[in-house]
């Protein structure tokens, strides 16, 4: 399990941040304005480790593992030497309008990572129904024209969003700190993940001029023209009669005659995928198709079902499909409608973050119904939907068998339930003066120790944007104010007063981490960087005896891993437990309710999404309470 440990998720960021200008800038104007992200001093990164230990470990063993971090940071000793060599990265990284941690953060947090990126990877999101109610559906194996013509105002929605990306017309984002780097929006559009053996490689373009997307359906995945040959708006109600095509094409195929369900590979173990596909290029008809895969603007799915209407049921479809078919899980935006108009998004996560992707569904969503963006062009030579075909030997077919198969089990294992708590959210606990962030995090510290009675490294994103090139750092939730809180919390000799004063040291304590490392100045990614530059022999030296110390790995083992993608008032969303015996939450705190997703693995006989989220629900109601009556103003 060694190799997930270095996988941390990084679903989210702090909190969704608007535009405050009237008449917007280009997108990407503020780009030159941005600092540098810093190199955290090393003192600071040794005292900041260090203090995160506490919580982990007996007094002897962090003792003992003090020892090691005071010789690794010693003056002029190899941490000294590492940093010089950081340093020497940022400025070669610097020169390409990047930083020091954004390539190396790409390789290590994600494109070697080798298990698959289905479920592991790969985030979701749900949307909101439309408006108007979802449509009645239909039997399994038909589309509906409710369906359709969500679909082609989705689409209508998507292209007008990528148009103007490539146009600069999407306002920078900005706080009251100043702007926040646009960077990763550049790999949306036309972006794709690119299995190989030992390493993947992600393949994007800006601007995005291609004028098609691939719509999947039924498994047989076509190249569908979505904007004119002159880069021509196409009308909604031209987009709905492409999508009507393809699924006419279909239908009008005898099964027997269909393609294979090559989609289903990628969400294979990505050496598998990797060789698999190096030698499907080396064939011209699948070196053909998977380019156009590659550089399709998105993935659009139609799915010829609907979910149940449960909600613990229904965001199932949207994480992983039926067996990981009719979806290319490479993309790094996939959309989904099902029959019924419920629809979603998959997202590949090595690209970006998910604060962009969630901005794109935002402003889709709440133009719906979307009719015409613009007056559609009208275009006479709009080339026919066209089929992807695949040579599939019986070495390739059998691949694709046991693709699916591994699939279905890794899907099976997963144990993931939605809670939607509508009692209180934001505006309640601003009444209470109490930080939301701040609240939900202590929320899963006391849920997490009612459930097993001891504490455990906790995981939460925070964003850096603020930098160039900026993207996430962790922030160790986890502390030694957090234990005290919840030890103190469940003590009932403990006074009220104290518990909140408990509370409140906690939540101050995971802020001024919070703060610390949005403005680049967490552990993780410093540590990481400077393991990174070892040579092999140092590596092996006592020196760097602090990475070879168990408790370097567990304190990453991150058998919390949250993340805050709020306010989620149009779609909601989850990712995968990150170790077999953890959890991994997503939440979006709205105005007035709270929604979050919680996933485990059922192998592992101590984790239980179900159980965990009553007492998570348990925690939420005693906050609320406890607010309600001794801090909220009357």
């Known amino acids: 399990m060694s190799s997930r440990l270095h996988f941390l998720r990084t679903s989210g960021s702090v909190a969704r941040r608007r535009c405050y200008t009237t008449a917007a800038p280009p997108t990407f104007s503020n780009q030159s304005k941005l600092p540098r992200l810093p190199i955290p001093e090393l003192h600071l990164t040794a005292a900041r480790y260090k203090r995160s230990l506490l919580p982990l470990l007996s007094a002897s063993e962090h003792a003992d593992v003090s020892n090691k971090v005071d010789r690794f940071f010693r003056p002029d000793g190899l941490a000294q030497k590492l940093q010089s060599r950081l340093h020497q990265l940022d400025d070669q990284e610097t020169a390409k309008g990047l930083n020091w941690l954004d390539q190396l953060w790409l390789q290590k947090g994600y494109l070697e990572y080798r298990i698959p990126t289905l479920i592991n990877v790969n985030w979701w999101n749900q949307f909101r129904d439309p408006v108007t109610g979802l449509g009645q559906g239909a ?15 989705m689409l209508a929605g998507l292209l007008d969003y990528s148009k103007r990306v490539n146009n600069e017309q999407i306002p920078p984002d900005v706080s009251r700190s100043g702007p926040f780097c646009m ?113 399709s603007i998105f993935v659009f ?153 001891t504490h455990c490294p906790t995981y939460e994103s925070a964003s850096t944007r603020k930098f160039i090139a900026g993207r996430t750092e962790t922030v160790r939730t986890c502390s030694t104010e957090t234990v005290a809180f919840t030890k103190g919390w469940q003590d009932k000799d403990v006074k009220m007063s104290e518990k909140l004063d408990l509370l409140n040291k906690a939540i101050m304590g995971h802020l001024e981490y919070m703060k610390a490392a949005s403005n680049g100045h967490g552990v993780d990614r410093h540590l990481l960087g400077l393991r990174c530059q070892m040579t092999p022999e140092e590596a092996a030296s006592d020196d760097a005896a602090i990475f070879q110390d168990p408790s370097y790995w567990g304190s990453q083992y991150w058998k919390l891993s949250t993340s805050n993608t709020s306010p989620g008032d149009l779609a909601w969303g989850g990712f995968g437990a990150v170790v077999p015996e953890g959890y991994g939450i997503n939440y979006a705190i709205g105005k007035e309710r709270v929604r979050m997703s919680i996933t485990s693995w059922k192998h592992y006989k101590d984790t239980d999404s179900t159980a965990f989220r009553k007492t998570i629900r348990g925690v939420l109601d005693e906050f609320g309470d406890v607010a309600e009556r001794y801090l909220v103003q009357k």
């Not at 693709?403 to 939607?420: F, G, K, M, R, W």
Request: glycine fraction near 6%; include cysteine.
């Open 139 to 153: 039997q399994d194996g038909n589309v509906t024209d409710f369906q359709l013509k969500r679909s082609a105002g």
């Open 183 to 295: 960077h990763q929006l550049k790999n949306m559009f036309g972006t794709s993940r690119i299995a190989a053996s030992g390493t993947d490689r992600v393949v994007t373009q800006w601007p995005c001029l291609n004028k098609h997307i691939n719509v999947i359906y039924k498994d047989q995945i076509f190249s569908v023209q979505v904007i004119g040959p002159n880069g021509e708006t196409l009308s909604v109600k031209a987009l709905e009669d492409q999508l009507k095509s393809v699924v006419d094409q279909v239908e009008n195929t005898p099964v027997e005659q269909r393609q294979a369900p090559v989609g289903v590979l990628t969400t294979e173990h990505r050496d598998t995928w990797g060789s698999i596909r190096e030698e499907m290029e080396t064939q011209p008809v699948n070196a053909k198709s998977l380019e156009n895969i590659d550089n």
């Open 301 to 453: 799915c139609l799915d010829d079902y609907s979910s149940p209407l449960d909600l613990d049921l229904s965001h199932r479809n949207i994480f992983h499909g039926r067996n990981g078919r009719n979806r290319w899980f490479d993309k790094a935006l996939q959309f989904i409608v099902e029959n019924n108009g419920r629809a979603g998004i998959n997202g590949e996560h090595s690209p970006a973050d998910a604060v962009i992707p969630s901005r794109i569904v935002d402003d889709v969503l709440a133009k719906e119904p979307i009719k015409d963006v613009v007056s559609g062009a009208v275009i006479s030579n709009l080339e026919k939907p066209t089929l992807l075909k695949w040579q599939v030997s019986s070495k390739l077919g059998d691949a694709i068998r046991t693709a699916e198969q591994n699939a279905s089990t890794l899907i099976d294992d997963l144990d993931s339930v939605l809670l939607h708590y509508p009692e209180y959210g934001s505006n309640f606990m601003k009444q209470a003066k109490v930080s939301p962030d701040g609240w939900l995090q202590m929320v899963y510290q006391l849920a997490y120790y009612k459930h097993y009675g």
